[in-house]
């Protein structure tokens, strides 16, 4: 199997991560977080792993050799059979963020594993086609708005714009897939992250004398989870990575 050339590597690194999950602004992210952002991960609408999943049974992940550095995160994804196999060596970047650094493909090196990966997603969105929607990702006209995105001269508010409804068969991704959506480890969900520290949770500030709204917390009180909640890129104590 040629496995086994990771494997001396890999047998350094298995306490890699400490395996204590505290849930709350302390929370530690593990390697099954790490996991979940590549597997989450969409491009074009496809998730890498409901893209991998299709194309290789057994995908499996172990926590990847870090030879120089501590610090560094990898992992190791590998699955398929003895005809047809594939390892991709995926290193973490940030909570969110990864590079793929190697990749093999029935045991030889992947000259461009990225572009390899990029035709195993091409392969699923072809394959996987939403037939509620035909694959538009959306389904019918908004009734407000008739299909133009603004009413009465704004923006319409029934369909934020768009002029139609995302196809709720495929949640307007115009494939089949799988919901990543999970919620927020560091704010159990909240979107929040106690009291505003500006304004000690009072909603209000004194600048030159005079009394007012706090415009960190913009009169809540509350801080926002900074994780979830601060890049726009996440429904509120939701992580959704795409
Ligand atoms: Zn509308
Ligand atoms: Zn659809
Ligand atoms: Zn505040
Ligand atoms: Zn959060």
């Known amino acids: 199997m040629h496995r086994k050339s ?11 991560l400490p395996s204590v999950a505290l849930a709350g602004a302390d929370y530690q992210w593990t390697m ?24 290789f049974p057994n995908v499996s992940w172990q926590a990847g050799p870090s030879a120089e550095n501590e610090n560094e995160i990898l992992g190791l994804c590998y699955g398929g059979t003895e005809q047809e196999s594939f390892e991709l060596l995926v290193r973490f970047t ?12 029935n045991g030889g090196a992947l000259d461009n594993p990225s572009q390899w990966l990029v035709e195993i997603l091409k392969d699923y969105q072809s394959n996987h086609r939403c037939s509620a929607c035909e694959g ?27 002029g139609k409804y995302a196809c709720k068969t495929c949640r307007g991704y115009g494939i089949m897939t799988k919901d990543y959506t999970r919620e927020c480890p560091f704010c159990d969900g909240s979107g929040g992250s106690g009291p505003c520290s500006t304004c000690d949770g009072s ?13 960190d917390c913009l009169g809540s009180g509350e801080a926002t989870c900074s994780v ?7 429904k509120m104590g939701y992580l959704v990575n795409s």
């Open 94 to 105: 940030s909570y969110f963020s990864f590079e793929i650094e190697q990749g093999l493909y």
């Open 228 to 234: 979830c909640s601060s890049n726009g890129m996440i």
């Open 32 to 55: 099954d977080d790490y996991i979940w952002t590549f597997q989450s991960k969409r491009v074009n609408g496809v998730p890498i792993g409901d893209a991998l999943n299709a194309a």
């Open 203 to 215: 909603g209000q500030e004194v600048v030159g004398g005079i009394l007012m709204m706090c415009t």
């Open 6 to 16: 990771w494997l001396p590597l890999l047998l350094t690194v298995l306490c890699l």
């Open 136 to 162: 538009l990702g959306y389904t019918d006209a908004c009734l407000n708005c008739s299909g133009s995105g603004s009413a009465y001269g704004k923006t319409c508010m029934a369909c934020g714009g768009s």
